[in-house]
């Protein structure tokens, strides 16, 4: 079954809803506008119930099936709205209006394809359950998906079974991809602090040296992945952040040092805490100096329930064609927050093709408005699937 015909007659609204929230970026939990805008929306539509503030300033909808009664099914399909802190490098007209913010990751486009969505399933009700259409905030490093969770989302809404869906550069327009099993990494912050001893830059030997410490530090850690993870197994360690000094004949007396840790099981994010402890202090003290690691777990591994995940290839597959839905895809390295649902419910997650453009996270993305048939449509045949009328 291809693109639904209804859902094909106002793409080009959903499409002007997508660029009407691209032009407005808003950061982690502060997306007042387009929470608003998401909630007038869903209560124009004819949902159920329509709640604001959940995880501060997430929004969810409520629509029941034509048959939805005592002990009929609840699925919820959730969307992430936040921008993120970059500016925008593209000539569209619809181009961000907020200096330094910019939907580089595509969340309008998720949340335009959720609306979509929405609309469709609140006109036909062609299902026998409940449907919850969760928007989340602050996915972007803020964990609104946990907030939102530990704001008793499962539990208030009566959710069994949660899906998400991202897009994906790269992946042609129309195709899916996703894989039973871990598909995202764990993300874990790194904050190593420094402490050496400052002193005029022409008498090093009368110093510590903490900007060759800090080096040092980062070259040692590269080891850790490369000869103490096994081959077979992912994981990597990017330090991006080294501050020291601020002038050049000053050796500083402190530096400071910010990176993320990435996983895909729980043993290698073990690994990884452990030998970084060890290889952070043993190679400042070789130096004379100290170093103190800090090692915040945040973002669990995305891992798709086997069931939820076979049962998502079907409907895209449907949507798409089988030779189209990559249903054993590699894993990726980057993280999402809706780990965190998955962790509290049976689900899975999918990524949809976002054709030829920038990378996520990158200056001249954007999203491709040609996905949005697509990802709406899986959207609207997950449910009418799971739930038949």
Not at 98 to 126: F, I, Q, S, W
Not at 155 to 174: C, D, K, Q, S, T
């Amino acid at each position: 079954m291809p693109i639904v015909n209804r859902i094909a007659d106002f793409h080009p609204e959903i499409t002007a809803w997508r660029r009407d929230l691209h032009a407005h970026p808003e950061l982690l939990y502060d997306v007042h506008r387009t929470a608003g805008a998401v909630a007038e929306k869903l209560k124009s539509f004819g949902c159920d119930e329509v709640v604001t503030g959940i995880g501060r300033t997430g929004v969810v909808g409520v629509i029941h099936g034509s048959r939805a009664g005592e002990g009929a099914r609840v699925i919820g399909l959730r969307a992430d709205m936040d921008a993120l802190p970059i500016e925008e490098a593209t000539d569209v007209p619809y181009k961000s209006t907020v200096p330094g913010k910019m939907h580089a990751c595509g969340h309008d486009g998720h949340t335009a394809m959720l609306l979509g969505a929405a609309r469709y399933l609140t006109e036909t009700r062609n299902f026998s359950g409940t449907t919850i259409v969760i928007f989340q905030p602050a996915e972007e490093g803020g964990a609104g998906g946990k907030a939102m969770v530990e704001d008793g989302l499962m539990e208030r809404f009566r959710i069994e079974e949660v899906y998400g869906m991202h897009n994906y550069p790269g992946l042609a327009v129309g195709e899916f991809a996703l894989r039973p099993g871990p598909l995202m990494a764990a993300a874990d912050r790194i904050t190593i602090e420094i402490e050496g001893r400052g002193g005029h830059a022409a008498r090093p030997h009368a110093s510590i040296d903490t900007v060759l410490v800090g080096a040092q530090i980062i070259n040692a850690v590269q080891s850790i992945v490369s000869r103490n993870v096994d081959p077979l197994e992912a994981a990597v360690i990017s330090i991006c952040v080294f501050q020291a000094g601020s002038t050049d004949n000053v050796i500083p007396q402190t530096a400071l040092l910010r990176g993320t840790a990435r996983s895909l099981t729980p043993k290698v994010r073990d690994q990884l805490e452990t030998r970084l402890h060890d290889v952070v202090t043993g190679t400042a003290r070789l130096h004379g100096a100290s170093a103190k690691l800090t090692y915040r777990r945040d973002y669990p591994i995305t891992r798709n329930h086997e069931r939820q995940a076979a049962f998502a290839a079907s409907v895209a597959k449907e949507v798409a064609g089988g030779e189209r839905v990559n249903d054993q895809v590699a894993p990726v390295m980057g993280a999402e927050d809706f780990s965190f649902m998955l962790e509290a419910r049976p689900g899975a997650f999918i990524f949809v093709g976002n054709g030829t453009s920038a990378g996520l996270h990158h200056p001249a993305y954007d999203f491709n408005d040609e996905a949005i048939p697509f990802g709406t449509s899986y959207w609207v045949k997950l449910v009418e699937t799971a739930m038949p009328a």
